[in-house]
């Protein structure tokens, strides 16, 4: 007979030591490492602790300066007086390592959300996407 496969934790997907803001950066900062990193959400902290999220949604948003015809230049310049604090999402929904990866899908299904944060006695650890889980979901099927 078979060994069982373990069934995987949060802690086996997440993402370690994500990329993070402060809440006080301007939005050029963010846009500049998402763009360039390909990164989706980066998580906003105060002292270790996670108090919001950015997500390329809520730069998208923060962008209507551009949609309402502003040229490259004025653009950049207004992208510097915006703060994280203005447009993250906050509070953060999070997700302890130990958690199944069953309850991150579920929780992110019922709030619409791409990723959570991953906590540890409050400390950001890691971070969970969409896409982790579905890699997940494909390499378990695989090895079936």
């Excluded at 959400?41 to 015809?69: C, K, N, T, W, Y």
């Amino acid at each position: 007979m078979t060994e069982p496969s373990k069934i995987p934790t949060i802690r086996d997907l997440m993402a370690q030591n994500p990329a993070t803001l402060d809440r006080n950066e301007t939005l050029d900062i963010p846009d500049t490492i998402m763009n360039l990193g390909r990164i989706r959400h980066m998580p906003v902290v105060e002292d270790g602790r996670v108090v919001g999220i950015l997500s390329q949604r809520d730069l998208f948003r923060s962008a209507l300066i551009v949609a309402l015809g502003f040229g490259r230049k004025t653009t950049s310049a207004l992208i510097k007086t915006i703060r994280v604090k203005e447009v993250m999402t906050k509070p953060a929904i999070t997700i302890t390592a130990d958690a199944a990866v069953s309850d991150a899908a579920r929780l992110m299904i019922e709030k619409k959300i791409g990723c959570l944060p991953v906590v540890e006695n409050e400390r950001l650890v890691g971070l969970i996407t969409e896409t982790d889980i579905l890699r997940s979901v494909v390499e378990c099927s695989i090895q079936r």
